[in-house]
Nanobody
Framework: QVQLQESGPGLVKPSQTLSLTCTVS??????????WIWIRQPPGKGLEWVGA???????DYSPSLKSRTVMFRDLSKNQFTLQLTSVTPEDTAVYYC?????????????RGQGTQVTVSS
């Protein structure tokens, strides 16, 4: 059974870097034709695709966030990480990690429970 679990700080100050990690169990993030995805949902808004890292290691980011986004993985821990720099209150959201066959999927049935991130001073 594949499971994903997000972890990271719940509160980040404006202009700082947000760093979230997704720990995967039950499957290797380096095998199969899968995208390991970050999506987010700001309060009162819909789901937004943030970016993805393929099992091959290739990354792709939302054009609107690309200049502030980095994703990387730690294969020894079977984890992948999202870093979002220069955060503002508009980055406040519930962040989810997920797995899907499609790069920009936002409604994957296989995803973590989500973690609330608030950007505030």
């Amino acid at each position: 059974q594949v499971q994903l679990q997000e972890s990271g700080p719940g509160l980040v100050k404006p202009s700082q870097t947000l760093s979230l990690t997704c720990t995967v169990s039950g499957a290797s993030i380096a095998t199969g034709d899968y995208y390991w995805i970050w999506i987010r949902q700001p309060p009162g808004k819909g789901l937004e695709w943030v970016g993805a890292i393929h099992s091959s290691g290739n990354t792709d980011y939302s054009p609107s966030l690309k200049s502030r986004t980095v994703m990387f993985r730690d294969l020894s821990k079977n984890q992948f990480t999202l870093q979002l720099t220069s955060v503002t209150p508009e980055d406040t959201a519930v962040y989810y990690c997920a797995r899907d066959r499609y790069r920009d999927a936002t409604t994957s049935s296989l995803r973590g429970q989500g973690t609330q991130v608030t950007v505030s001073s």
